[in-house]
């Protein structure tokens, strides 16, 4: 109970969008204090045994994270150039743009005027990229650098990734670019140290012995934990048959090399002498060369975080082996939970950590309790199953799909890699490191053993398979089932079930439910998507999407980061105008992924050539034939209350001056927003001449603008802002992005002219809505957790200037 009620407390420290301070935080250990009442004097045993655990939860974890919270970087010195000494400690991987990427343990910190400020210490490790590096290689393991830092930061949207929660979690307390390297055997190389020196150079004498091998990203990645050689389609592939387990050194591996371990110890120490060896001698000898071994491949896989939780867990295990208890399979599964949250305050975090504990704990429904024995396809085929099932509302919950091709691909996969694949690797890369010679030989037999598995993944991932769609309730709901079908051992019941569970997936797989959720009132989103446009308009249950947003082939893309989890959260699935201002990456990315994935009724754009060729290049050919491209222009009303004005110069104009720009009007309020793309003072001249024949004689009550061209100088002109004079402006800009922007000279001109300023960079994605005759907006910065938006964050500091 007290190991459940810490895990508790530890969670729901993370729950929080304020971090108590640490006077508050000893606050929680009070309870405690009822531990110490004489024994006729302690009130329900239960309720105090789960405050003690609860209390010395929160404030174990608030404790960590508050000591995190105080390695700052100073705001003033983010775009500096800074020297910094320590050693790498992580494996390098390449990156886009020629860049090496890697994690940097800082050691020194020179100049004097980089004093933090009381109560905080300059970062202890940062995440950095160094470009224009085409070999991909480091100079050295312990490096004198000169950085340009920044604070850790990025897009902020209700649902999706989120680059800062990865950042915290993994403890980088900065971010940036090196300038220069050079190496400096100066620095002091602790015992962690030089782990991560031995750990880089395993990996480089993984990468030189396997080179020839034809599989030799998967092969570093089985074993030694090095995924930085897996290419964009290796990881759709596994992303697409939910196999992206099998290249993280977790569970899975650690108990391979546990069973493996065990059962061949065990018959060692049997062999030696049967009389002389008792057999609590041969538990403790088989529970020390398993932990022995268990640990060693946890250190050659990195040690990271999912090895780390794998390696509590076999010991847990195997201690309760050991000891020969005869305890529930619950209390190993809570005590491991217990002391991965102590080890780790930080694991709630990570997503692996949820869904390894519920993988664990559907298997520990499944079998725990039943009374018969199943065979061992009967058996894989239920597991499998039955932890499709109960991750399913897990997944969804974290805003990713569960796929169907999972069922069929780790059906086959899990024991093929099991095994066949792993001890093949295992004992090959022994052999190797043994003879060298035998090189030639082995190397085969690892293409081979990888390419089945391989191959298979490649065709089930080509297949077309069902989506299987529905909101969280209805996926937990018959996920329940599903377990209880499998757990409950009355025939009728399990037959109803499976029927109902049959006829569910039938009707999730046919044709989808195209209408939308109903809104009342006008609802505009502005997402973040970074240095990029992407807004949402909708009322009743039509959707009109402007722009999508950034794209960097193979890094990043806000359709798939940002837009899908966000529209799929709200219930979206057609959306009946995509308004694609212009065809420049930065407002048109993913547009082929937008097109796969959702019914689209009509694309309008100011130039409508450039982005079918964008289309045609990117879009299955099904659907490009039913999406009608088409010219910018005109105006319609969307509702009886909302009406649409599209515009564009009619002067043959490309690229910035050829946006769409978008006027909406809520007839009832006379609340007005303009979405101009990225037009320049030119063409902001041409749009008010045009304005004033169409929309002049109807004065807005309210006028909200999306500052053009992200509020560059050369956009947002005198004449635009006087004659508009809107009461709120919105700037989507990246944070410190190279191009500066907005402007200072924009964002004066707007505040001299009484507007009220938001930036994506510093709100996060904004939510409009009417209440009464007035617009609220809503920052997602202000619903966010303490380690983004907190006192003295990047978020908090953000400024419009």
Known sequence: MCAFAFSCGVILLYRLTVLPPPVWLLVFTLPTLLWFLPNHLRP??????????????????????????????????????????????DLPQTGSFDSIRFSFCVTRWYGHSLTPAPNNTLPKKLRLAWYGQPEGALPDHRLRLEVVLKQPHGTLN??????????????????????????????????????????????????DQFAEAQYHPLLASLLIGNRGHLSSRHWEVLKATGTIHLVAISGLHLGLVALGTGFVVRRLLLAVSTYCLSEGFVRFGVFLAVVLCCTLYALAAGFTVPTRRALVMVTVGGWLLLMARQVSAWHSIIVALGLVLLLDPFAPLDQG?????????????????????????????????????????????????????????????????????MPTLIAGGLAVALFPGLSGLIIPAMDGVLGVIWSFLAWVAGIRWPDLGGTLPEIAGLALLVMLVITVPIRLFRAAGAVFVLAWVVLASGPSDTGNPRVSSPEVRIWDVGQGLSAMLRIGDKVVLYDTGPEVEGVFSAVESVLLPNLRALGIRRIDTLVISHADNDHSGGIGVLVDAYDIGRILTGEPEAVREKLERHTKDQKLKSVQVQSCGGGE??????????????DGLTGNDASCVLTARHETSGIEWIFPGDISAATESLYLQAREST?????????VMIAPHHGSKTSSSIAWVSALNPDKVVYTAGYRHRYGHPHPDITAR??????????????????????????????????????ISGPGQARDQCKIL
């Open 695 to 703: 929309l002049a004689a109807k004065r807005p009550a309210e006028l």
């Open 158 to 207: 209700p649902e999706g990734f989120r680059y800062e929660d990865w950042l915290f979690r993994k403890g980088y307390r900065a971010t940036g670019s090196v300038r220069s390297a050079q190496p400096d055997p100066s620095v002091t190389c602790s015992l962690q140290c030089q782990y991560h020196r031995f750990h880089i150079r395993l990996a480089q004498w993984v990468d």
């Open 750 to 787: 707007y505040r001299a002219a009484g507007a009220e300023a938001f930036n994506t960079a510093c709100s996060g994605a904004l939510t409009m809505t009417i209440t009464g005759d007035t617009i609220k907006i809503e920052e997602t910065r202000n619903q966010s957790a303490f380690w």
């Open 637 to 650: 009303s969307l509702t009886s209350e909302l009406s649409l004005y599209f515009w564009q110069a009619n």
């Open 44 to 89: 329900f045993t239960l309720v105090r045994v789960f405050l003690f655990g609860l209390a010395l939860g929160v404030a174990w974890s608030g404790l960590w994270a508050y000591e995190r919270l105080q390695e700052r970087l100073p705001s003033g010195f983010e775009g500096q150039k800074t020297a910094i000494a320590g050693y790498v400690c």
């Open 353 to 421: 950590f949820w869904l390894s504990f519920g993988a664990v704990s559907v298997l520990v429904c499944v079998f725990a309790g039943r009374l018969g024995g199943t065979g061992w396809l009967a058996g894989l085929v239920l597991a499998q199953g039955a932890v499709f099932a109960g991750l399913w509302p897990i997944l969804e919950g974290m805003g990713q799909g569960q796929p169907v091709a999972g069922l069929l691909a780790n059906v086959l996969a899990i024991p093929w890699v099991s095994l066949v694949v």
